[in-house]
């Protein structure tokens, strides 16, 4: 039977996400800033009190809203819950983006901005990171006049590690009068700066966070966004009923209750990370200045070899030659062995 399927051209047009590649159990996984040590104790005992009941049934939100809320410092009323970090961020095309519409980022940066922006077929308007990875803010105050639907700033960025300061990003609310601003705050647990204090100030800031990072719940898929009361309510329209699991919640609430292992984790990667970066730069690798649970990294000439003899001795980074050359690559701060076993590697294909 022929048939002929009535496909959106915004779907037909657009590039496949390159999703992680499969078989990667086993490997030391420095490519997609895991948490590599793993979830709480406490997390894995409330999954094991899961009984066959509570997963026949649909979900309740309203207690594990307020302890999440809590945790964040917020009000159950500023707190949507949703299906990992990815789905936070696809509310807002849902909520504020129509055809043809346009939306701003500042490239590199993480990707998923331009696939919901693809299927949504929005406009893009991109503006670049300087060679020094260094944020284009005039560029985007200018860029703010022309009053896009949504600008996403993922703060610190992916992958350049970067953070834009306090002073400028409330340059960037007060230009964005007619613009919801999208704080991504994926991997501010490492930075120490969070736009969450500002949300009773600026009606038009929606941070998107989740726990995929510090938490070590990227298995379960648990996101979240936060804003002023009255602008979290009109994101709540574009979404379902039940959108975040039982196992996420549970985990989760957990988690944040015995929240000293976050916490411990958050310390030991920074630490780690200040080590490891004077380790690459010992070894006359550039490193770029990062505020998140991996560094970029500019191998030079070497890196693609580099990169394949890492491959095959079970080593996985995030090479990124397709939008910043051949030698670059973003590295996950794992555990002490996991780092030193990329050392090692490095050393003898000097």
């Known amino acids: 039977m022929k048939v002929s399927l009535p496909v959106r051209k915004a779907i037909l047009k657009r590039q496949t996400y390159e ?16 948490n590599t040590t793993g979830c709480s104790q406490a997390a894995l005992r409330a999954l094991r009190k899961l009984g066959a009941k509570e997963l026949a049934m649909y979900p309740e939100y309203e207690a594990p809203t307020k302890i999440l809320a809590r945790y964040f410092g917020v009000k159950p009323a500023e707190l949507l819950l949703t299906n990992g970090g990815d789905d936070a961020l ?49 560029d985007v105050l200018r860029e703010l006049r022309k009053k896009p639907r949504v600008f996403f700033l993922a703060n610190p960025n992916n992958p350049t590690g970067t953070l834009v300061d306090k002073h400028s990003i409330e340059k960037i609310l007060k230009a ?74 549970a985990a989760s609430v957990a988690a944040v209750h015995e929240h000293r292992t976050i916490d411990r984790y958050i310390r030991d990667t920074k630490r780690r990370r200040a080590w490891f970066a004077k380790e690459l730069e010992r070894r006359n690798v550039r490193v770029f200045p990062t505020a998140c649970n991996f560094l970029l990294a500019d191998f030079g000439a070497r890196g693609p070899a580099f990169f394949r003899h890492l491959t095959r001795n079970g080593i996985l980074v ?21 780092l030193k076993s990329l050392l090692n590697i490095l050393d003898r294909s000097i």
């Open 19 to 34: 999703a992680p590649a499969e078989g990667r159990w086993g490997k030391i996984r420095l490519d997609f800033n895991e």
């Open 90 to 138: 696809r509310v807002f095309f849902d909520t504020f983006v129509e055809p043809n519409s346009h939306i701003l980022i500042c490239e590199p940066t993480f990707p998923m901005y331009r696939y919901y922006a693809e299927i949504a077929g929005a406009r893009i308007k991109v503006l670049r990171y300087s060679k020094e990875m260094q944020f284009p803010l005039q």
């Open 176 to 249: 964005a009068t007619h613009t919801a601003v999208v704080l991504d705050e994926a991997y501010s647990d490492f930075s120490g700066l969070s736009g969450v204090p500002w949300i009773h100030r600026y009606p038009n800031l929606f941070i998107a966070k989740t726990f995929s990072k510090a938490a070590g719940l990227a298995g379960l898929r648990l996101g979240a966004v936060i804003a002023q009361q009255n602008s979290l309510a009109l994101v709540r329209q574009a979404m379902p009923p039940f959108p975040v699991n039982a196992a996420a919640l």
């Open 318 to 338: 995030r090479e990124r030659s397709k939008d910043l050359g051949p030698g670059f690559a973003r590295i996950t701060i794992g555990t002490h062995p996991e």
